[in-house]
């Protein structure tokens, strides 16, 4: 099963979070699970990282699979997000990953499951 990992546990696991380690090194540990990252997500770490956490937050991401952005992912987030944004704020960001889970097969983990009000995506709150 694809792990789709939400921005906010990679930044809590790098900023050396015990809730987030033990999180991730539950699903690696997991053999019917595969980590991966959506490309915004993988993007927003990289974007607002500090100079300093640059090796750190490498070596972090070279364990993730990261899902490129096509065009059947954009089609199905632009409906989610036409459907999602007026009642519930969704930005365009999660309706790419909830749209990437959706096409993909995933399932998403994350601290925001508000973020992911769509019933027919997986949403699994880390901890």
Not at 35 to 54: D, I, K
Not at 102 to 115: A, D, E, F, R, S
């Amino acid at each position: 099963m694809k792990a789709f990992i939400d921005a906010d546990i990679l930044i809590w696991h790098l900023r050396g979070e015990r809730k987030a380690i033990n999180f991730l090194r539950k699903l690696v540990d997991d053999p019917a699970m595969e980590l991966w990252t959506g490309a915004l997500q993988r993007a927003e770490v990289l974007f607002f990282m500090r100079p300093s956490e640059e090796e750190q937050t490498m070596l972090l991401l070279s364990q993730f699979k990261t899902t490129a952005v096509d065009q059947a992912i954009v089609d199905e987030a632009g409906r989610l997000f036409r459907k999602w944004n007026p009642s519930h704020g969704v930005d365009p960001n999660d309706a790419i990953l909830a749209a990437t889970a959706l096409v993909t097969g995933g399932q998403i983990h994350t601290l925001n499951q508000k973020h992911y009000p769509m019933k027919d995506v997986v949403v699994n709150k880390a901890w």
